[in-house]
Antibody, heavy 120, light 106 residues
Framework: QVHLVQSGAEVKKPGASARVSCKAS????????ISWVRQTPGQGLEWMGW????????DYAEKFQGRVTMTAVTSTTTAYMELGSLRSDDTGIYFC?????????????WGQGTLVTVSS | EVVLTQSPATLSLSPGDRATLSCRAS??????LVWYQQRPGQAPRLLIY???KRATGIPDRFSGSGSGTDFTLTINSLEPEDFAVYFC????????FGAGTKVEIK
């Protein structure tokens, strides 16, 4: 069965970076992509971007361009999302979700979510 | 950017009732519309994709319809586990989500 297991909660200071991992199992990692979605009190659900598990191609939401980096390591079937220059309104739950091979389609499996708290 | 507007914000119904949830897009998204259910403390769960296709394991009391800018999620005969928040998402353009409709017990 498909599982996406994310890393644990993080507490960061404003201006720092947060890195969340997403370990995938139960399917062929290179045949799908991974989307990252966050849920914050102020903005609700927001799509942050997508990465191909096949070739590492990325598409980032304009809002996060320049601040987010997504990577995928096929040898360990793990995807990573790093968000820099953190602000207090970045506090929220960050989810990874399985997505289409070549583009965003539907998120049929989700990680459990990682709480990122930004506080001085 | 495509803005999705969901209505109503809250729907108060009883088990066995039919729920009708609306999602309106600011620009046409064709049929690239997805519905998710989210229970408290859980990740979203895929219900419907491409407007009307039920995801694996989703009961047939859930159905989706629409095209272009107006979409509907219908839940026939609400079960206790259906009381949750429902989000629509489009992926015609850069993906975006609606603010959600909470289906609560009346």
């Amino acid at each position: 069965q498909v599982h996406l297991v994310q890393s644990g909660a993080e507490v960061k200071k404003p201006g720092a970076s947060a890195r969340v991992s997403c370990k995938a199992s139960g399917y062929t990692f290179t045949s799908y992509g991974i989307s990252w979605v966050r849920q914050t009190p102020g903005q609700g659900l927001e799509w942050m971007g997508w990465i191909s598990g096949y070739n590492g191609k990325t598409d980032y939401a304009e809002k996060f361009q320049g601040r987010v980096t997504m990577t995928a390591v096929t040898s360990t079937t793990t995807a990573y999302m790093e968000l820099g220059s953190l602000r207090s309104d970045d506090t929220g739950i960050y989810f990874c979700a399985r997505d289409g091979w070549t583009t965003v389609t539907k998120n049929d499996y989700w990680g459990q979510g990682t709480l990122v708290t930004v506080s001085s | 950017e495509v803005v999705l507007t969901q209505s109503p914000a809250t729907l108060s119904l009883s088990p066995g009732d039919r729920a009708t949830l609306s999602c309106r897009a600011s620009h046409s998204v064709g049929t690239f519309l997805v519905w998710y259910q989210q229970r408290p403390g859980q990740a979203p769960r895929l219900l419907i994709y491409e407007t009307s296709k039920r995801a694996t394991g989703i009961p047939d009391r859930f159905s989706g319809s629409g095209s272009g800018t107006d979409f509907t999620l219908t839940i026939n005969s609400l079960e206790p586990e259906d009381f949750a928040v429902y989000f629509c998402q489009q992926h015609s353009n850069w993906p975006s989500f609606g603010a959600g409709t909470k289906v609560e017990i009346k």
